[in-house]
């Protein structure tokens, strides 16, 4: 069984910085590659950063690029999503996703490629 927690949510104002944490876990499993998406009320969730294991490789979303930073975490298996510059509409629930496959990549931006997912945690950003 493998465990995605997410960490690091919280009531901000526009203009200010954030982190989130990820952790995941799991008897047996390799990690390949960790993402965070997010989701808004009334919309779909959507990609925002992702990091193959290693930090090898990051990607963003275009509209959280020059803003967020992707890197592993100093603890094992743990990622951590630095929000600088946030705005009211980065609020949304933000979701870490967890893949052993390299595969995952190919599709990275599409929540149905990811296999584990974390309960989810609240970031909100008032003007």
């Given at each position: 069984?493998?465990?995605?927690?997410?960490?690091?949510?919280?009531?901000?104002?526009?203009?200010?910085?954030?982190?989130?944490?990820?952790?995941?876990?799991?008897?047996?499993?390799?990690?390949?590659?960790?993402?965070?998406?997010?989701?808004?009320?009334?919309?779909?969730?959507?990609?925002?950063?992702?990091?193959?294991?290693?930090?090898d490789?990051?990607?963003?979303?275009?509209?959280?690029?020059?803003?967020?930073?992707?890197?592993?975490?100093?603890?094992e298996?743990?990622?951590n999503?630095?929000?600088?510059?946030?705005?009211?509409?980065?609020?949304?629930?933000?979701?870490c996703?967890?893949?052993?496959?390299?595969?995952?990549?190919?599709?990275?931006?599409?929540?149905?490629?990811?296999?584990?997912?974390?309960?989810?945690?609240q970031?909100t950003?008032?003007?």
């Open positions: 069984q493998v465990h995605v927690q997410e960490s690091g949510g919280g009531l901000v104002q526009a203009g200010d910085s954030l982190r989130l944490s990820c952790a995941a876990s799991g008897d047996g499993f390799s990690i390949y590659a960790l993402a965070w998406f997010r989701q808004a009320p009334g919309k779909e969730r959507e990609f925002v950063a992702a990091i193959s294991w290693g930090g490789a990051q990607f963003y979303e275009d509209s959280v690029k020059g803003r967020f930073t992707v890197a592993s975490g100093n603890a298996n743990t990622v999503l630095q929000m600088d510059s946030l705005k009211p509409e980065d609020t949304a629930i933000y979701y996703a967890a893949d052993s496959s390299f595969q995952v990549m190919n599709r990275m931006e599409n929540p149905a490629a990811w296999a584990y997912w974390g309960q989810g945690t970031v950003v008032s003007s």
